[in-house]
């Protein structure tokens, strides 16, 4: 009877252990298996939980930073909005300055190109003339003058002070004709102050100041421009040099031109210069 249940007992060990063993330890594969899933998902778990503690860390400093800079970013923000402001507002202003420069400009060249017409001579109706140049030039003037001083930042603005001193030397007040153009040839657009420097020469030389013309036309041969070319100085100067009485000097620049610009402006007039057309019969 003992041993009957010893070997009962034996039997239900046996069954236990092999039911235990397949519940608690299953095959090696499968075990390496497990493992290896719940590693891997522990590891996507760290990283997660890693980045979501980066992206908060990095939040919370911002808003960290924002609340303890706040009035210096509002500060910062009204400074540049300001600026934007001035900038764009600047802009406006200066285009609709620019705009009624361009139509005071235009008026007032209209005045210079008005026709001339002597006393007493019939006038097409509703046509506007003046008697003289001077008087023209006057009444030009005035208007050049005027759109110079009150739009002198505008691009018409600077040429309408150019043509001040034309008006002027038209004139014949050769002293603010002087000082009007001196001041656009001492400005920053090179066109137009070559222009102004060539009409100084000019006052110069009616003045009876020719070394100083000619210093002037030296410069613009050697700085030359869109208005005022090399040859166009060179002209000017052999002209200045026909008017002294040195004809040798003036050929020499009109030789010059002649073989430097044969096809060009300059060039030929320089041949014209050096071979004149032959005078017709008298009476003709």
């Keep these: 009877m003992r041993t009957s249940r010893t070997s009962i007992t034996a039997l239900i060990d046996l069954k236990f252990c092999a039911v235990t063993s397949r519940y608690q330890f299953p095959q090696r594969g499968t075990t390496v298996t497990s493992k290896k899933e719940e590693q891997d998902k522990v590891d996507q778990q760290t990283k997660q939980a890693l980045k979501h503690d980066q992206f908060v860390d990095t939040t919370q400093h911002g808003l960290e930073w924002a609340s303890e800079n706040r009035r210096s970013v509002i500060a910062t923000s009204a ?14 202003i200066y285009n609709s300055r620019a705009n009624q420069a361009s139509v005071a400009f235009g008026a007032a060249m209209q005045a210079y190109q008005t026709p001339l017409a002597a006393p007493g001579q019939p006038v097409p109706a509703g046509v506007k003339t003046y008697a003289s140049p001077t008087e023209r030039a006057k009444a030009a003037n005035d208007l050049f003058m005027g759109v110079a001083d009150k739009y002198s930042m505008t691009p018409d603005g600077k040429v309408a002070r150019y043509f001040g001193g034309l008006t002027y030397m038209e004139e014949g007040q050769n002293g603010p004709a002087e000082s009007t153009l001196k001041q656009v040839a001492g400005g920053w657009n090179g066109d137009l102050a070559a222009l102004a420097k060539l009409s100084l020469a000019q006052l110069y030389r009616q003045t009876g100041r020719d070394s100083q013309a ?63 057309a032959p005078a017709g019969p008298a009476g003709q």
């Design 79 to 92: 400074i540049v909005l300001a600026a934007i402001l001035v900038v764009v507002g600047g802009f406006l």
């Design 214 to 276: 000619m210093d002037i036309y030296n410069e613009l041969t050697a700085k030359p421009t869109t208005t005022v070319p090399s040859g166009l100085a060179q002209l000017q100067l052999a002209e200045l040099y026909q008017a002294q009485g040195k004809p040798e000097l003036a050929k020499k620049i009109y030789a010059q031109l002649k073989d430097k610009d044969a096809k060009g402006a300059a060039g030929t007039l320089a041949a014209q210069k050096l071979n004149p």
